[in-house]
């Protein structure tokens, strides 16, 4: 019932009420005492339901309003009975029974019969007293009607206010059944001693695999497992004692015998004498599941982590040592807790700031992995960095992955492997050279043996010249092997002019292996010096010679050796035309160990070599090549201003 | 009548001085400087010996000698290999192509001579050493 609807009735009502009262008085009575009051009394009465006629509908709602009206409503209906004269003690005492009906009733149908019977019995009574058939019969008559219309009033007040509670209740129980129901806890209620189940919301059905009727009345022990009764046993005690608790990790049984781990919460509830427990469970299987699979993953990674034998560590953006991996701590035989929060440079190099050419701060400057090699100063040690960004959700710089390597050993053997390789060109440059030395020398001893069984002179003075041309030419090619052995020996770097190293390398090429019939161009430009090892720039170019001398074996052509300097670089182009480099090898002819040639004839190590060499120097090689047509490589070396 | 020796060898110097040993020990010689002329020469006339090079222009000394074997007009002249390739390895090719002697460079007259007796079966006094 809308608040517009419950006004309407009410003011109904009590107008009904006030003509009814009004009648009381002003024609039921017999001796009025104050006939000044009782027309007071009328016009309050009606004066206050035409007021009520304007106040708000909602105030009709209020109790705190609707309350004292009733109460209001209730002292002039007795007052003015009282005013009336007429009213004796039964018709009071019928007034309150109405009042009394009124308030105990539930039912406004069964309300207005028994008001109904009420006044026909008293109305009966009258009649039996024979009071209605006497002079002021009316008055009595007018009671009857009175009684009727107050059961209807006070009963209709009564009922609208007990179905409204009632309606509140239905409500606030729904929103709590909801509550319970969907809650994603299991909860139980429990009635006390013994602990039974009272009540369980669906989560427990669904945990427990049992239907809410079958967990009726079940002893809360009963729902554990039987291994775990003592446990249980003893944390209800304790919630009995205290009124609560809290329990990890207890085993309910499900329908179907198998276990459910829960965390276990209980509270007793007091519901006037009675009191409840409220048990609150959480499912852990998946929660435990989970954690257990994270706490492998976290041990798998740490596992790596530390197994790792290259030293890791993770760094703040403030280079502060957040993780180190086991090779750390032992490589600086100290502990992971001496370590951890200390800053890296200040570890591991014994430095007040970041080093310089540390890769971490270009990570944390650039969120990009980084690297550089580190030659520690003191000491014969040489590191190679790695630094990873860890990103965090917003690809904010987290920490820095910082990978160090030990390369000492490695760049060893990578010098051991040119120097291998330079020792592998030596042995050819032997071979050809004892050819080349051999000839002539065969020449000498030859003529010599000739010369010595000649006795004409003019015949020796001939054999003698011969001779003396095959020393000369023996001469030359020791002269060659010198600059060689001088290029090899020197281990430092020194200003280069590539044009003479080209040259050399060539004459050295010519000497190690028999050169086919091989137009030879040079187009040498000045060029710029580099700074590098002259032996190690030889080795370049001897390789690249020869192989081009090779691609073109038996086949004539053209070898083209050209320089030229542009900006900070100087460029040299080694150009045969020969068979070519097939297209599927080209990506793979710097790779160590790859070769075409037949087993044992070549190391498939020269341009391997060539590369590493090249780019120590941090120059660039590049080839190109068509089969049958030829081949070009180009090497470029930047330029190093050597201060005057 | 004298025995004709063909000399192949790209060393001006060295085909001198065979030359002129040769003629000393009453031998006829022909001279090839390269492995093309060697083979044009066989083609043209007959010969008792080869005295080889091994790394030659053109063609090298192993494809003379195997040409010469394969050829049955010449495949029973004995060969006499003049190289400057030292390697054992090299050695015993050339004794598996069929070389009857393999000198290596430098030589002497007298290595020369134990050669040349080897071949022919002759044993002049004064190479007995």
């Known amino acids: 019932m809308d608040d517009q609807d419950r006004k309407k009735v009410i003011l109904t009502l009590r107008w009904t009420a006030i003509i009814v009262t009004s009648y009381l008085i002003l024609f039921g009575r017999g001796r009025v005492t104050d006939l000044h009051l009782s027309h007071i009394l009328i016009a309050v009465y009606i004066l206050s339901n035409i007021l009520l006629t304007f106040l708000p509908k909602t105030l009709f709602s209020n109790l705190k309003f609707f309350y004292p009206l009733v109460l209001f409503d209730t002292g002039i209906v007795s007052f003015g009975m009282h005013l009336s004269e007429k009213m004796t003690t039964d018709f009071y005492l019928v007034f309150f029974l109405i009042i009394i009906f009124a308030s105990v009733s539930r039912n406004f149908k069964l309300l207005m019969v028994i008001g109904g019977i009420t006044a026909l019995l008293y109305g009966f009574l009258l009649y039996s007293w024979g009071l209605l058939s006497i002079e002021q019969g009316s008055s009595y008559i007018l009671r009857i009607p009175f009684i009727f219309i107050m059961t209807a009033f006070y009963g209709y007040i009564v009922q609208t206010l007990t179905k409204e509670k009632r309606q509140e209740l239905t409500l606030s129980e729904g929103k709590y059944r909801g509550l319970f129901e969907n809650a994603n806890d299991g909860i139980i209620l429990l009635r006390d001693s013994p602990l039974q189940i009272a009540d369980v919301n669906r989560e427990v059905e669904k945990a427990t695999g049992y239907a809410k009727k079958e967990l009726f009345r079940k002893e809360i022990f009963d729902l554990f497992e039987p291994g775990e009764s003592e446990k249980v046993r003893n944390y209800f005690k304790e919630v009995i004692e205290k009124g609560e608790g809290r329990a990890d990790c207890l085993s309910l049984m499900r329908k179907d015998g198998s276990s459910l781990e829960v965390d276990l919460s209980t509270k007793r509830i007091d519901l006037g004498d009675e009191s409840f427990y409220q048990m609150i469970f959480r499912d852990l299987t998946e929660q435990r599941k989970l954690e257990k699979r994270i706490r492998e993953s976290k041990r798998n990674l740490e596992a790596i982590f530390d197994g790792i034998r290259d030293q890791l560590s993770i760094q703040a953006p403030d280079y502060q040592i957040l993780r180190v991996n086991r090779a750390v701590v032992e490589n600086y035989k100290s502990s992971f807790r001496e370590l951890i929060g200390r800053k890296c440079y200040e570890v591991y190099f014994q430095r007040p700031l970041p080093c310089e050419k540390c890769p971490v701060s270009v990570t944390i400057e650039t969120k990009q992995p980084a690297t550089s090699i580190i030659k520690i100063p003191e000491g014969t040690t040489t590191l190679q960095i790695f630094s990873y960004p860890i990103l965090d959700e917003k690809g904010d710089l987290a920490s820095v992955i910082e990978y160090i390597k030990d390369i000492t050993e490695e760049q060893r053997l990578q010098e051991q492997l040119i120097q291998s390789e330079k020792l592998a060109g030596i042995g050819i440059l032997t071979s050809g050279v004892t050819h080349e030395i051999n000839n002539p020398l065969s020449g000498i001893i030859g003529m010599a043996e000739i010369a010595l069984e000649e006795d004409d002179l003019s015949k020796n003075k001939d054999y003698l010249k011969d001779i003396l041309n095959c020393a000369q030419r023996i001469t030359e090619i020791v002269k060659g092997l010198k600059s060689y052995s001088r290029a090899a020996k020197k281990e430092d770097q020194c200003p280069l002019d590539l044009n003479e190293v080209v040259e050399e390398s060539l004459k050295m090429v010519r000497l190690a292996i028999k050169p086919p019939s091989v137009e030879v161009i040079k187009k040498f430009q000045t060029l710029g010096k580099i700074q590098a090892n002259m032996g190690e720039i030889q080795q370049v170019f001897t390789n690249l010679i020869t192989n081009a001398f090779q691609a073109m074996d038996g086949n004539g052509g053209k070898l083209i050796l050209s320089t030229r300097s542009f900006k900070d670089l100087v460029e040299v182009k080694v150009i045969d035309h020969g068979m070519g480099i097939p297209p599927k090898y080209l990506s793979q002819i710097f790779d160590p160990f790859f070769t075409t040639k037949k087993l044992g004839e070549g190391t498939g190590l020269g341009l391997n070599i060539v590369y590493r060499i090249v780019t120590k120097y941090e120059g660039t090689i590049d080839v190109e090549s068509k089969e049958q047509v030829g081949t070009t490589f180009t090497i470029k070396f930047p330029i190093r201003r050597v201060e005057a | ?129």
């Open chain 2, 1 to 129: 009548m004298s025995k004709k020796v063909l000399v192949v060898d790209d060393e001006e110097v060295i085909r001198k001085f065979l030359r002129i040993h040769l003629a000393k020990l009453g031998y006829g010689v022909t001279e090839a400087a390269d492995g093309e002329q060697a083979i044009e020469q066989l083609g043209k006339d007959d010969f008792d010996l080869i005295i080889c090079d091994i790394m030659m222009p053109k063609k090298s000394g192993w494809e003379v000698i195997k040409e010469v074997k394969l050829n049955p007009k010449t495949k029973s002249i004995p060969l006499i290999v003049l190289t400057a390739k030292i390697e054992d390895s090299d050695m015993f090719k050339g004794y598996d192509l069929g070389v009857n002697y393999y000198m290596t460079k430098p030589f002497t007259k007298a290595q020369l001579l134990y050669g040349l007796r080897l071949m022919f079966d002759e044993v002049p006094e004064e190479v007995r050493v």
